[in-house]
């Protein structure tokens, strides 16, 4: 992954990282390939995705939780006709949160639901890096 593109693009230049401020920290932990989740310090309960006001409790007294990186597949879908193919996933974090992304680098015939899996980063033709996640070791 040691190419150009990797060295002029970052979440500064994307407009959908830069759409909503107060994500900004979340987008400058996954250039270093780190999960953050927004957590409420009034229910205790992390949240997905990142906002202002938990949507539990509606309380605006969050925070920032340094995720684990770990968690399940929840549910998935290949999409086999798609150029390349990919396959679209919910993953549950071990931390709670449901959040919707994709596998990478695994066959179809290795996903079943509740299978462990890991965070990984891969970084947007737009210049953000998002949460994707391949098989546990
Ligand atoms: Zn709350």
Same mark, same amino acid.
């Given at each position: 992954?040691?190419?150009?593109? #990797? +060295?002029?693009?970052?979440?500064?230049?994307?407009?959908?990282?830069?759409?909503?401020?107060?994500? /900004?920290?979340?987008?400058? &932990?996954?250039?270093?390939?780190?999960?953050?989740? /927004?957590? @409420?310090?009034? @229910?205790? /309960? !992390?949240?997905?995705?990142? %906002?202002?006001? @938990?949507?539990?409790?509606?309380? &605006?007294?969050? $925070?920032?939780? #340094?995720?684990? $990186? =770990?968690?399940?597949?929840?549910?998935?879908?290949?999409?086999? +006709?798609?150029? !390349?193919?990919?396959?679209? &996933?919910?993953? =549950?974090?071990?931390?709670?949160?449901?959040?919707?992304?994709?596998?990478?680098? &695994?066959?179809?015939? =290795?996903? +079943?639901? $509740?299978?462990?899996?890991?965070?990984?980063?891969? %970084?947007? +033709?737009?210049?953000? /890096?998002?949460?994707?996640?391949?098989?546990?070791?």
């Amino acid at each position: 992954m040691d190419n150009l593109d #990797n +060295k002029t693009l970052d979440f500064l230049s994307d407009a959908y990282a830069n759409a909503y401020p107060e994500t /900004k920290p979340f987008w400058e &932990a996954a250039e270093k390939d780190e999960l953050l989740l /927004k957590t @409420c310090h009034d @229910c205790n /309960k !992390p949240h997905w995705y990142p %906002r202002m006001i @938990c949507p539990l409790c509606g309380s &605006a007294n969050t $925070g920032w939780l #340094n995720a684990s $990186g =770990q968690g399940t597949l929840y549910a998935f879908s290949h999409i086999e +006709k798609a150029d !390349p193919p990919y396959t679209l &996933a919910y993953v =549950q974090l071990d931390e709670g949160p449901i959040i919707m992304s994709n596998i990478i680098d &695994a066959e179809v015939s =290795q996903l +079943k639901i $509740g299978v462990p899996v890991t965070v990984t980063f891969q %970084r947007m +033709k737009e210049g953000r /890096k998002m949460p994707v996640f391949r098989l546990s070791e």
